[in-house]
């Protein structure tokens, strides 16, 4: 029996990992993108539907679950993360980071969870944000916006629990995608892999295969949970900051153990 799976915001980056690993356990996918240009691209490449979706968009959400007939599982992947001080922060990019990041899994959930129960139960998973515990300056309005969808990950674990439908979310740490690489200036990069104990940044692979674990059998007594995949970064955080509070690069970098 073929199963069926519809991933927000997978025309690239970590919802392009996602799709993509998906389709290779055996999957059909729906490849859902805000750009129809990015989804259609991305479904050529792995043989799946495309379908072009706002997921902060009620009609948008409506339109795109009609044209799907049967699914076993919703990755909420879309979102945006714009780099904002706290006192920078204005409604408008309130409203649209909390529009997307956080309405956008309840629309989506809400309206495909009656497929899902209709193939007798299935799996939700949410992409969150290892800041939904670890904020950090610049991120603290995206930081609020995950920790949210983190809490909308518990209720609606709760809620569709009765139905079959498991309900958990993958935590990202710094994975190297195209949005990543957009936000950054030309002079800056990502978080050094010294600061990661693993030492290095992740790729879109390492929270698919995640994904692919909460989707799968193998996670069938799991829900309401958060899973962070940071290659250790947040485990180590306490130990870089002390560490950092002697005002020691060296010291910071010794004190995670690298060399």
Request: proline share 4%; aromatic share 8%; no cysteine.
């Amino acid at each position: 029996m073929t199963k069926y799976a519809l991933v927000t915001g997978s025309g690239q980056g970590i919802g392009y990992g996602i799709a993509k690993r998906l389709t290779e356990d055996g999957f059909h996918v729906y490849v859902t993108d805000y750009s129809a240009k990015l989804a259609e691209e991305a479904a050529v490449r792995l043989g799946g539907t495309p379908i072009r979706l706002d997921v902060s968009d009620p009609e948008s959400v409506a339109a795109a679950a009609a044209e799907v007939s049967e699914l076993d599982a919703l990755v909420n992947s879309a979102g945006i993360y714009p780099w904002l001080g706290f006192s920078e922060i204005k409604v408008e990019d309130f409203d649209q980071l909390f529009h997307v990041n956080v309405l956008g899994p309840i629309l989506t959930t809400n309206t495909f969870v009656p497929l899902i129960a209709a193939r007798g139960g299935g799996a939700i998973v949410n992409i969150t944000s290892m800041s939904q515990d670890h904020a950090s300056p610049g991120v603290s309005a995206y930081s609020a916006s995950k920790a949210a969808a983190h809490g909308v990950t518990k209720l609606a674990a709760l809620e569709y629990a009765d139905r079959g439908i498991r309900v958990n979310s993958v935590a990202p740490g710094t994975i190297q995608t195209e949005g990543m690489r957009n936000a950054l200036t030309d002079d800056e990069s990502p978080r050094e892999s010294a600061l990661i104990p693993l030492g290095r940044v992740g790729a879109p692979k390492d929270i698919a295969s995640a994904v692919s674990f909460l989707v799968g059998p193998d996670s069938s007594y799991i829900t309401g949970q958060s899973l962070t995949v940071d290659g250790g970064y947040t485990t180590a955080l306490f130990d870089f900051y002390r560490a950092a509070a002697y005002g020691s690069t060296k010291a910071s970098t010794e004190a995670l153990g690298q060399r």
